[in-house]
């Protein structure tokens, strides 16, 4: 156990270098934390560490909105950047929870796009370009400021979605989108998660795609509130002409609830609140079974799923290491997989990060000692 | 010249993969000397056809165990000389793996091997109303699995997006025949760091992908073509800035210029475009048919603004089909026009692309050379289309020199030295404009995660540090 | 970059001395590759030596000098082509590539003989008295029920499997007994006047070898429906084989001889057209200007010769057809690669199916692909020729037609031959066998008389 020995706020790529560099020296951990949200376990690091926070690393480097791209450093709130994009009417489609709070390199840094990313494609393939200092300081630019790009191999795509295990990003760029006309969310609220599970299956399968799908059970009590809600982007006779033929397909009426969206992005933190959040995948098909088999190992618990992705998390509440494994058990006989993060309070059920094949696992472990050899990243690893 | 192989590591491959699929005859290793680059030609020291992923997996075993390097072919349509035998290498083909393994309508899904050709995955799955969205210009004869190893682009890439967002999972046959899974579209969940996103656009220097798992889309509604034409390829420019920067999102814009539409229109390919035009650009839109015309009727309207002498809509599917027939095959069209063409391929800003084509225009110019233009406006992707006789010397020797210099140019202006057709061997040396010494020796060091003795597809993508290395 | 330039000299081979000619079709292909998956060798093997691409990169080889004509190489590959062209219409660069593997052939023919069948057959045919007695004794066979037995009762492999796959061609030849026609088929007085509608043309009919030989009636057919839509049709004596067998075979010298007969009779009776009820035939005809393009004189007139070239269902389809009375029947129908890809005809032969009143016409899958006939492909490469046979009985079977029609003899003889062995009850028909059939029910033709020609 250990207590980090001091927190810095660096202003500029180079001094971010700096502290690595001196880190490495040291043999001295680094924590990074972006908004702090989703910073925890900080009495889990097993040697000394300090914390390198973004909040400094703030502004809009370069925007080009004839071009559709935007470069800002990486401790830039997303609310910030929305205001700026927004009186361009441009916007940037992503929605993962807590979405408000983030900055665009914790955003990039999880590589979490939310259930937009039907309607939009993954976070992953519009970051088209960052900077990134690895654990021993050097400063690698990745990409560029154009939407294509193929020159060399692609290493950006191994630093999104790192959650900080390669280096920690301090300049991105990220191609931005037209926002549309009207933004519609289709509710469909019912008792049996099973009937909206059927509901949504036809929804994925409709000759029309919405932007995205997401089924809540957002209380305890599944008569409290489980629903459906698609939402649709375009121009208003588009969406119209989407709403009938989805509704004709999946032989339902949608309801338009009066703030829908609020509804998503409320189900959607509530869920990311839990103690213990699991995150599960399995192909779409299979999302009904495996929300069966959360409630028979859970419970009825909160949970949130992009039923196109078939990806759900799950707020597991006071759940023990032991019921979360069997659901992990459960959930890989589906095909699937599962991972656990929990605040410090409930840190027992650690051990349930990602679970590869030894062979990627050590593929993966080659990957990261090129970019951190010292290891001074992620001092706090599940 | 390439040495041969011995009789024993002849025998072993023929034993893996059956003898008629194991070439080593020097006259019939020729036609494999080049891909669709033909300006470099090395023979191979022997063509292996592997049946299927184990069979792949024992060649690679076979030949890394022998110290021989691998170079990975699909359809050599590749235009950086990605498929060249390099150091002495044994060239596997994927051309027998041709099975469409698995089309899953539920999840929208499909398998495939890598010898699967592009069209071909659309052509199967159009029956459940669903198709493969990427469409590289060669997607009538390009494979797959070389689309992943170049993480090919296409027209309708400006909506879609580019291979790697399609490709949800892998099994590769990576260093020394060890085949691994990498992702899968039920396991996004499972932590590990993008290997999939990191394998796609390798170039075969990472492993060989042997099974490719895709996302499908549903096919869409409806589509409105237009076909804008203009005086010159600046108030084209000046055209598809005004259409990106509106808020208009269309599935394809796509720019071509006079000496472009003099070699499709003279070929069985053509689309109908005015000979006399200075640029033509086609715009596409898709989706539900409810929106189409009003977003036509948009950019038909910035066309104008531009200064375009004629906005024609393709009304029905056989004039839309030779609109694009025109636009996809005009690589092939230029051997009309002129005995030897180089395809280069940059990326610039969008916004930048009224000045970077005339700058190209006055280096062309300058250096006395053919420049033909056709790309993908929308993206700001370039490909000016250099012609050219080899049995000039000097003119190659100009050629060289204003490839160059368009490169710096695109870099100058925030772009870069390739956007869809891959480093290869053709562009290793202008890695360095774009990327510093920490990056290229970073790239280098992936590359040995993955291929510790570099004996897949040597001697391409990096310059000189993965010569340094070994 | 740099780049590798062709080195001058070092030319021996014909082919190398012939490229000043040739340089315009060679050079044009700038190797994308949009061949390979048109080619039916190269989807089956998977090798490039047997795509477009990289037999046109073996021709180049050799024209540099870097490969020997002669070969092991080159021979196989060039003879491993089946000829279908199906390369050429996906072309970006219009490679004429028929042009260069006629040439190809030549050449490795030269260094390199061909096998004795094939010269044996070729010379057979380039003579009309030699072929007369072949193709006799070939109805004796067929007339007798031995080629149909030998096709059923000799054995799949082994030496005889050449054999046993000659006799089902020969057996395929055999007429179709369309639905409703009694055993003995009336045919035929001449088309009385009143039924002929007078478009004013005279045209030839090109009698051919095999058609001649074995499939007479499709030659009478071909006459009648003409004369049916108003043509006046010629005869013209002194004609021969078109040639194509022999510029395939790589005989170029014995292909020009025979081109310069036809180019001479044809243009000497005046006809405005020649018309042409064999694809391949009508491919090789209309390049006369090609096969004869360094003869000088010759050259001028074997292009005024080609440009009155027809495909019999290019002319019926321009005028019409008109409608006979109904055939009831399903046939399957396939493109034959000489008309689709070398004459790039692909409506009219279906246009004039459409014109008969009762028939429903189920277009094959992959339709546009080589049968594998290709002369006599099946015979000099078993195997291969085999395999893609095979497919294209199974893709004909698998519409469950009637019959199939298809307006090409070899292909005739060649998917036939696959349902011969097969035993398959589907028949092979020429499009205006059935058309001819629809106008005699019509009584176009006067009463039906109880003779019919034989062949």
Request: neutral net charge.
């Amino acid at each position: 156990m250990s207590v980090a020995a001091s927190v810095v706020h660096p202003t500029s790529t180079e001094e971010v270098a700096v502290t690595m560099r001196a880190a490495t020296a040291d043999g001295v951990g680094v924590a990074v934390v972006a908004s702090g949200r989703r910073f925890h376990g900080a009495r889990s690091a097993e040697r000394p560490f300090l914390v390198m926070c973004t909040d400094r690393l703030t502004g809009t480097e370069i925007y080009e909105p004839a071009d559709l791209t935007l470069t800002a450093k990486a401790g830039t709130r997303l609310t910030t950047l929305a205001v700026e994009l927004g009186a361009q009417k441009q916007w940037l489609p992503y929605d993962p929870p807590h979405v408000e709070e983030r900055t665009l390199g914790g955003l990039v840094s999880t590589g979490e796009s939310g259930p937009l990313w039907m309607g939009y494609g993954e976070l992953r393939n519009h970051v088209l370009g960052l900077t990134v200092v690895c654990g021993d300081g050097r400063v690698l630019k990745l990409g560029g400021r154009v939407v294509k790009n193929v020159a060399g191999f692609d290493l950006l795509k191994a630093v999104v979605g790192a959650r900080g295990r390669l280096g920690v990003i301090t300049s991105v760029c990220v191609r931005a989108f037209p926002r549309p006309a009207v933004d519609r969310v289709l509710v469909l609220r019912g008792d049996s998660v099973a009937a909206l599970v059927a509901v949504a299956r036809a929804v994925g399968t409709a000759p029309v795609m919405p932007v995205s799908s997401v089924l809540v059970a957002p209380a305890r009590a599944p008569s409290a509130g489980a629903a459906l809600l698609v939402r649709l982007h375009g121009a208003e006779p588009t969406v119209d002409a989407d709403q009938k033929t989805l509704e004709r397909h999946c032989g339902v009426s949608f309801e338009r609830a009066a703030d829908a969206v609020g509804l998503l992005a409320s189900a959607r933190d509530h869920v990311a609140d839990a103690e213990v959040e699991l995150t599960l995948s399995v192909l779409p098909s299979r999302l009904g079974d495996s929300l069966v088999a959360v409630r028979d190992v859970l419970g009825d618990v909160p949970f949130a799923a992009d039923t196109y992705k078939g990806f759900a998390r799950v707020a597991a509440g006071e759940s023990d290491s032991e019921a979360t494994s069997r659901l992990r058990t459960r959930i890989e006989s589906l095909g699937g997989a599962l991972t656990a993060r929990a605040t410090d309070r409930a840190r027992d059920v650690a051990g349930l990060g990602s679970r590869m094949a030894p062979s990627a696992a050590a593929l993966t472990q080659r990957l990261e000692s090129v970019f951190d050899p010292k290891g001074v990243l992620w001092p706090c690893r599940p | 010249m390439t040495r041969s192989l011995t009789a024993a590591v002849a025998r072993a491959l023929g034993d893996i993969v059956g003898r008629d699929h194991v070439i080593t005859d020097p006259d019939r290793l020729v036609v494999y000397e080049s891909d669709g680059l033909t300006a470099y030609r090395v023979a191979p020291r022997a063509v292996v056809l592997p049946g299927s992923t184990e069979e792949l997996a024992a060649v690679v075993r076979l030949l890394h165990g022998e110290g021989i390097a691998v170079i990975p072919r699909g359809a050599g349509t590749g235009l950086s000389g990605g498929a060249l035998p390099t150091l002495d290498g044994v060239v596997v083909g994927t051309a027998r793996m041709n099975r469409i393994l698995e089309i899953d309508p539920v999840n929208r899904l499909a398998r495939v091997q890598p010898g699967v050709i592009n069209a071909r995955l659309t052509e199967a799955t159009r029956p459940h109303g669903l198709y493969y969205a990427p469409d590289p210009s060669s997607q009538s004869t390009c494979t797959l699995g070389g689309n992943v190893a170049e993480n090919s682009g296409g027209p309708h890439c400006l909506k879609y997006g580019v291979t790697t967002r399609y490709v949800t999972g892998l099994k590769v046959v990576l260093a020394g025949g060890e085949i691994m899974e990498l992702g899968g579209a039920g396991r996004t969940a499972d932590g590990s760091l993008d290997l999939v996103g990191l394998f796609v656009g390798s170039e075969g220097c990472f492993g060989i992908a042997a099974e490719i798992e895709v996302r499908l889309l549903p096919l869409t509604e409806g589509v409105r073509t237009l076909l804008g034409i203009f005086e010159t390829m600046e108030a084209a420019g000046h055209a598809v800035t005004a259409i990106i920067s509106s808020g208009l999102v269309p599935a394809a814009v796509e720019i071509v210029d006079n000496a472009t539409i003099r070699a499709v229109e003279a070929s069985v390919y053509a689309g109908g475009y005015p000979v006399d035009a200075g640029a033509a650009l086609v715009i596409e839109f898709d989706g539900t048919e409810a929106g189409l015309d009003s977003e036509a009727d948009a950019a038909e309207a910035c066309c104008h603004a531009a200064g375009a002498r004629e906005v024609r809509r393709a009304t029905e599917a056989s004039q839309r089909a030779k609109l694009w027939n025109g636009r996809k095959k005009a690589f092939g069209t230029m051997g009309r026009i002129a005995p030897d063409l180089l395809v280069q391929d940059a990326t610039v800003p969008r916004t930048r692309l009224p000045e970077v084509l005339a700058s190209i225009t006055e280096i062309g110019e300058r250096y006395r050379l053919r420049v033909a233009n056709v790309f993908h406006a929308g993206d700001g992707n370039l490909h000016p289309n250099i012609l050219f006789d080899r049995n000039d010397p000097d003119e190659l020797h100009r050629v060289e020199q204003a490839s160059l210099e368009i490169m710096k140019l695109c870099v100058a202006v925030g772009g870069t030295i390739t956007g869809e057709h891959g480093v290869g061997v053709d562009k290793r040396g202008y890695m360095k404009l774009v990327h510093g010494p920490d990056e290229l020796a970073a790239m280098a060091e992936v590359k040995r995660v993955f291929d510790p003795t570099g004996l897949f597809n040597p001697g391409k993508v990096l310059p000189d540090v993965e010569a340094a290395h070994r | 970059m740099s780049a590798v330039s062709v080195p001058p000299g070092g030319v021996t081979s014909r082919l190398a001395q012939e490229l000043e000619v040739q340089r315009e079709r060679l050079l044009p292909c700038v190797h994308c590759g949009f061949c390979l998956p048109a080619c039916p060798t190269y989807n089956r093997l998977g090798d490039e030596n047997d795509s477009p691409r990289g037999r046109l990169h073996l021709m180049k080889a050799v024209v540099e000098g870097r490969l020997d004509p002669a070969s092991d190489a080159f021979h196989t590959h060039i003879d491993r082509c089946l000829g279908c062209r199906a390369c050429e219409p996906v072309c970006p660069s219009g490679v004429e590539y028929g042009t260069l593997l006629e040439l190809a052939r030549h050449t490795a023919a030269e260094h390199r003989p061909q096998g004795r069948l094939t010269r044996m057959l070729l010379f057979v045919m380039a003579s009309r008295a030699l072929r007369s007695l072949l193709f006799a004794g070939g109805r004796v066979l067929r007339a007798s029920g031995l080629a149909a037995l030998g096709a059923r009762a000799l054995p799949s492999a082994g030496v005889l499997r050449s054999a046993r796959f000659g006799l089902a061609m020969l057996a395929a030849t055999a007429a179709w007994r369309m639905p409703g026609v009694r055993s003995s088929r009336g045919v035929a007085a001449p088309v009385s006047d009143d039924a002929k509608r007078g478009t004013g043309r005279r045209v030839a009919v090109l009698t051919g070898c095999v058609q001649e030989g074995l499939y007479g009636r499709v030659n009478q057919s071909t006459m009648r429906t003409l004369e049916a839509n108003g043509f006046e049709v010629v005869e013209v004596k002194g004609q021969d084989c078109c040639g194509a067998l022999h510029a395939h075979g790589g005989d170029l010298d014995r292909a020009r001889a025979l081109a310069k007969t036809n180019v001479e009779v044809f243009l000497a009776s005046g006809v405005d057209l020649v018309v042409v009820n064999a694809a391949g035939c009508g491919a090789a005809m209309k390049e006369y200007g090609t096969l004869l393009e360094s003869d000088g004189d010759d050259h001028a007139r074997a292009r005024d010769l080609a440009s009155r070239v027809r495909d019999v269902t290019e002319v019926l389809a321009e005028v019409g057809p008109r409608r006979g009375a109904a055939v009831e029947c399903s046939v399957a129908y396939d493109h034959p690669c000489h008309l689709l890809h070398a004459q790039r005809i692909s409506r009219p032969p279906l246009q004039v199916l459409d014109a008969i009143p009762g028939v429903e016409v189920r277009v094959i899958a992959n339709a546009e692909e080589c049968c594998g006939g290709a002369g006599i492909y099946g015979i000099t490469h078993p195997d291969l020729g085999g395999r893609i046979g095979a497919d294209k009985v199974a893709a004909v079977r698998a519409v469950g037609a009637d019959a199939v029609a298809t307006p090409n003899p070899g292909c005739m003889m060649q998917i036939g031959a696959g349902l011969v062995m097969d035993g398959a009850p589907e028949g092979v028909v020429h499009p205006v066998e059935l058309l001819d059939e629809s106008y005699r029910r019509a009584g176009y033709y006067g009463e039906p008389s109880t003779q019919r020609s034989p062949g």
